[in-house]
């Protein structure tokens, strides 16, 4: 009973920092720490990162030695991190997760997929909102809280980006972060 307690009472604090991160990102109260970091290096170290995660899938990594943007290297981290974890959450088993990273002299891209379920279109709008969970994560009974989407925009935006989401026709189910360069 112990070892329940300790652990549901760890859950319980890991929400609660996610919710202030979530809340304080938002407001803006959460000041970035800007400094030139390497995009590409962030996205190779979440996807090392994520690889052991899930097994069944593969994770696919598409990106030049360096791309290289003005921001907060911790903070982009925890987005791809976010991004990573909704892909895995979602792919079918023996399917690959592809992260894609590229840049042009103003905007740095960061893209990643998934080949399961498609965000039907009239969720588009509501994805990003704070705890909003599509009733597919119900029906399957997948975990989650409706934070990390909610919790990746926040910190694309505080950066001075934006996230989106590909359309349920195209073959998978793609979000994309496009971030100034500097």
Known sequence: MID???RRAGDL?????R???VAGARSGHIRLRRQRFDLAAV?????DSAVDRRPPVTVDLNTPAEVMIDGDAERVRDAVDELLRNALTWAPDDSVVGVTVHADPHTAVLAVSNTGARVPAEEHARIFDLFYRTPDTHQQGIPGHGLGLTLARAIVEQHGGAITV???DEAATTFTVRLPAR
Do not use: C, F, K
Not at 43 to 47: D, I, P
């Open 43 to 47: 996205a190779r170290s979440a996807v």
């Open 4 to 6: 329940v307690i300790h």
């Open 166 to 168: 590909s359309e349920p």
């Open 19 to 21: 919710l202030l991160d």
């Open 13 to 17: 604090h890991s929400l609660i920092v």
